[in-house]
T-cell receptor, first 115, second 110 residues
Framework: GAGVSQSPSNKVTEKGKDVELRCDPI?????LYWYRQRLGQGLEFLIY????????KSGLPSDRFSAERTGESVSTLTIQRTQQEDSAVYLC?????????????FGPGTRLTVL | DAKTTQPNSMESNEEEPVHLPCNHS???????IHWYRQLPSQGPEYVIH???SNVNNRMASLAIAEDRKSSTLILHRATLRDAAVYYC???????????FGEGTQLTVNP
């Protein structure tokens, strides 16, 4: 289908290593979001891209986290020097734009385990 | 952010209606009420949203109290596939993020 895709689906890494997670949004969607979901909890907002505007990075938990987006396509979330508390499912979503009524479409997530 | 309060869990029987409540007493005048649900091992999916009037779509109905301090998501005939965590979310007026709470875990019994 033409939904949001994420890769890898699962990632196991050792504490201290860097990881890169990828998101392919739905074609034509100008807005892209990253969320984190710890086990048994709701989603935490991380970062939001809208077109060519400066991203809203207010949800990034530390400077070890960063994200980039190339135009209105692929985005990568990078976590440097991973810690065990970074273990979670990282979810990407995209939408047609910004607005109160605009639906977000979520990918299946990347499950990150930091040993 | 305006906060929502939902029961941790609810149970229903298959083929019966389900009413999922949400309290949002600090809602502001321009906050939209959104509902998403998350099936096991999947990302959330949009269910419905509204502002003041009740809303219906193919998945569910949304009943919004006159004072907008509470709302109810209605699944008219629950199926086993409706077993999920249901999140009631107020959309920020100045941004586009979704702020998720703990949600309601709905169990549907055959």
């Amino acid at each position: 289908g033409a939904g949001v895709s994420q890769s890898p689906s699962n990632k196991v890494t050792e504490k201290g290593k860097d990881v890169e997670l990828r998101c392919d949004p739905i074609s034509g969607h100008t807005a892209l979001y990253w969320y984190r979901q710890r086990l048994g909890q709701g989603l935490e907002f991380l970062i939001y891209f809208q077109g060519n505007s400066a991203p809203d990075k207010s949800g990034l938990p530390s400077d070890r986290f960063s994200a980039e987006r190339t135009g209105e396509s692929v985005s990568t979330l990078t976590i440097q020097r991973t810690q065990q508390e970074d273990s979670a499912v990282y979810l990407c979503a995209s939408s047609l734009g910004q607005g109160w009524g605009v639906e977000q479409f979520f990918g299946p997530g990347t499950r990150l385990t930091v040993l | 952010d305006a906060k929502t309060t939902q029961p941790n869990s609810m149970e229903s029987n298959e083929e019966e209606p389900v009413h999922l409540p949400c309290n949002h007493s600090t809602i502001s005048g321009t906050d939209y009420i959104h509902w998403y649900r998350q099936l096991p091992s999947q990302g959330p999916e949009y269910v419905i949203h509204g502002l003041t009037s009740n809303v219906n779509n193919r998945m569910a109905s949304l009943a919004i109290a006159e004072d907008r301090k509470s709302s109810t998501l209605i699944l008219h005939r629950a199926t086993l596939r409706d077993a999920a965590v249901y999140y009631c979310i107020l959309r920020q007026t100045s941004g586009s993020r979704l702020t998720f709470g703990e949600g309601t875990q709905l169990t549907v019994n055959p």
